[in-house]
């Protein structure tokens, strides 16, 4: 299922232009939690750096999981995935998801169809549910509420890399799907320059941030 057809934004990289209105990466709402400000000298300043550790890890573990997945896995359209899942339950690795709605696309780690709902993990390399963590799992679980556009409960996951742990669940209800929707226009604000990047007060996020040599607001 290919994302649909899109243009880049002429002067924020990673954004693009679906439907006629801005689109974002879910991963924003993450990073947006830990310092917005970060989004902007990436996208709107365009500043390079190396990746770090972690995220190197990350790549690396995604793809085995990735891997491992595709060795077992049967094709099957969206469409006939949510057929086959009301009957039954199966499983997705790596499933795009992508609302021109609200402006939002991602891949979603993993999810679980069953007859009753579905289950939306995303894979932490720890085990503390931050609230951006948080944002991003229901950032996901918008996108793809509004592409199934049916009623069966959703439950947004959080669960350590690597392992079965799943440490955070919730069900994506009226209060957290009102909550995201508010931080992702939010997020559509700072694209448009309507309103001004922020930045943490924290200075252990701006000690481990890859943008530390050359910001100017760290703390």
Known sequence: MPFPDSIPHPTVSQVKIIENKTNFPISWLNKQGYCEYGIFLENVRQIKTAPTAAMVKGVKEHAVLEENFKEEAVPATFDEMLESSKTGELLSREFPVVSANYGIRGFIDEIWMTPDEFIIIDDKPGVIPYYSSINQVYGYCLAFKDMVGEDRQIVASLR????????????????????????????????????????????????????????????
């Open 160 to 219: 350590e890399r690597g392992t079965d742990n799943i440490f955070w669940a919730s069900y994506f209800d009226a209060k957290a799907e009102k909550s995201i929707i508010g931080l992702i226009d939010h997020v559509h604000d700072l694209i448009s320059g309507n309103t001004e990047f922020g930045s943490t007060d924290n200075p252990n996020k701006c000690r481990k941030c890859r943008f530390n040599k050359i910001c100017d607001r760290r703390v």
